[in-house]
């Protein structure tokens, strides 16, 4: 209570709500007083200034609902630094402690569709995020009551090379090990080896899911930063970052939360959390199952945005619940302390996995992404997992040097 007390205490001083601000060396969320506009300054590589910088021109800015964009970029004696802005919004893991869209599932199951609706989008035109995780995940309030999204660290941003053999081998190798705080939403190959794909990226969506249905299960008055409750959505809270690898190569994977619905997590949670990338299903098919299970159509490739940019600043009319008749209230139970789930069984393959993911190739830099005239214009087919069983062999890798 002194700790909410003492937020709101600072709001009328300051005019800033602190529930939206974090800060660290590398990347700073502010809130614009009392507009609730949500201002970031971002440091950059030079690997990310030299391959990645001067392509996101080519996503449309109205998908973006991003100013300006691209981002306005700055050099000083600390490095270069990103700096845009994005209308009020909040954040997914914020939305879910605090039970914004009520005490039924549903709505956020909604949430977790609109955002795989976006991953897709990108995925579809050649762009990986490598920093998603429910904090990260914005939603902005808008006028037409439509769930539009934006994920920020657009320095973590990648284009990745296409494959015409195989859509599984679509993978950049970074050498730089700047997500090393954040492993626990980290496939094997990308902690091992540096390896990202719109699989791992799937991986961490995987977890995302996770943490909002671990949210959902939180009982009682959840405080502006409350750590203690934010802890309990990371996944492998119980262990250091240090011994995730270990604990992934065992063949662990995060338990089914308390108040998932088992559909969910088995046809959502788990597949995305397979430990072979091979074996991920595609946010393609995501959207599919999800589009069964929620009697929903299948977006179009492009998103209907509010026709301006200035829209997305008015007020917000009040969410709608789309769902109730998927709220499976019958399967829910009381949350329970989690403790260290028994392993799952590792794939064989894993029985040499220094073998399997070691990767002392140095590919040529000139390999190039495929040229974009805007996002959004390239649609990929639905991925069948089924035809993908056998592991992956280091030889198959195509990587490529940041």
Known sequence: MEVAEKNRELKEQSGIDLMEISSDDNYKIESEGCTGNINVTERVTDDFLKYTYNRLKEIDSKRMCVEPWPPRKSVSSDGTKL??????????????????????????????YELANHMDTFHSAGWIFRSLRAKNVWILETKKKEQNIVIPKFGKYRMIVSSEYDTHLEQI????????DAVQWLPIEAIKAGLYSKESDVYAFGMITWEVMSAFGQEGVVYDQDEERELTCIPFNYQQSENILQHLIEGYIPEKPAKCPDWFYQEITRPCLLHQKIDRPSMKTILQILQTRLHKALPKQIISN?????????????????????????????????????????????????AYYDDDDDDDDAISSPTLSALFLKESKPQDPSKHQSPIREDHLLSRQF
């Open 83 to 112: 700096h845009y802005r994005f209308p009020r919004s909040t954040r997914l893991l914020d939305i879910v402690l605090h039970k914004d869209r009520g005490e039924t599932i549903s709505p956020y199951i909604e949430l977790l």
């Open 173 to 180: 190798k970074v050498e730089n090990r700047e997500d090393v």
């Open 306 to 354: 509010p026709s301006t940019y200035q829209d997305l600043y008015q007020d917000s009319n009040q969410y709608e619940d789309f769902c109730d008749d998927y709220d499976d209230r019958s399967k829910l139970s009381t949350p329970v302390a989690r403790s260290p789930p028994t392993p799952l069984p590792a794939p064989t393959s894993f029985q040499d996995v220094d």
